[in-house]
């Protein structure tokens, strides 16, 4: 297994862009993967920095339907428009950032929906013995607050966005299961529930965002929470990798908990 972080909030390799977005480029035996596209195609450059040939991409998997993550979408389709991708169905909802700073649109770009090559995803897929897709994630555990100001417009109302459009990917190599789950909106805890029901055990290393990221400071509730999930996952024979939209003081927290089990993401950096 080979993965790269193509794009991250935080600087990392040097000439490399960074933005509010995550995207990573994963290789297993068989398959050239990119997980998500980032806010933009600055990931593209990036690419060709870290000599990476994304023209030779044949899968490309969406975590969800936010800006942040599928905006580089059609600029990559016109370079490799070979690759297949996956999405979950109703990614394609409105979507919006509701907060004291005004309501700002937070979803794809809808011709994204139109790409022939594309796959909506309704339930879990198992593409081949390496790739699998699994969504329908239940549970409310530890549940972040962050998530509070993302709603659904539906007609003429805000709804809180109950994340249905977010999925996950299992790639398998080397004997070991990979776990990326983009911003985890439904809560790592409850992602990680589902997987063991789905595959059995613990994923050897999960590579996601743990939603956590406040621009004001956490309540004791919330300070509560987070230490909750790192004590948690302080227990399972995982590695983390994490980042985006984790938040600086939130990875403070877990790291004094996990320790080495807990690796910060940066933009450009090779993962493994």
Do not use: W
């Not at 600055?42 to 920095?49: M, P, Q, V």
């Not at 409105?94 to 790409?115: A, C």
């Not at 590695?239 to 877990?254: D, K, L, N, P």
Request: aromatic letters at 10%; hydrophobic letters at 35%; charged letters at 20%.
């Amino acid at each position: 297994m080979h993965i790269v972080v193509l794009m991250e909030n935080t600087p990392g390799i040097p000439g490399c862009a960074y933005e509010h977005g995550l995207s990573f480029y994963a290789e297993t035996a068989n398959h050239k993967i990119l997980l998500d596209t980032g806010a933009s195609d600055s990931f593209i450059r990036n690419a060709e920095l870290l000599g990476i040939d994304l023209t030779q991409v044949d899968t490309v998997i969406l975590s969800h339907g936010h800006y942040d993550h599928c905006g580089g979408v059609m600029a990559f389709a016109k370079i490799d428009p070979q690759a297949r991708f996956f999405i979950r169905d109703c990614a394609g909802g409105d979507f919006f950032h509701v907060g004291e700073d005004g309501i700002r649109y937070i979803g794809i770009d809808k011709e994204i929906l139109s790409l022939p090559q594309l796959t909506a995803v309704e339930r879990k897929m198992q593409l081949d013995d390496e790739i699998g897709i699994f969504t329908n994630i239940t549970g409310r555990r530890c549940y972040s607050t962050s998530n509070d100001a993302l709603k659904i417009r539906l007609g003429d109302r805000y709804k809180p966005d109950p994340f249905r459009h977010e999925m996950c990917t299992v790639l398998h190599d080397g004997g070991k299961n990979y776990l990326f789950s983009g911003c985890a909106h439904n809560g790592i805890l409850n992602i990680l529930d589902t997987y063991r029901d789905l595959y059995g055990g613990f994923p050897d290393a999960v590579l996601t965002g743990f939603h956590f990221m406040k621009k004001s400071e956490y309540t004791e509730a919330e300070k509560r929470n987070i230490l909750t999930v790192a004590k948690e996952l302080s227990g399972m024979p995982t590695v983390f990798y994490s980042g985006h939209c984790t938040g600086e003081a939130a990875f403070a927290m877990m790291k004094e908990i996990m320790g080495e089990q807990l690796h910060e993401l940066h933009s450009g950096m090779t993962v493994l």
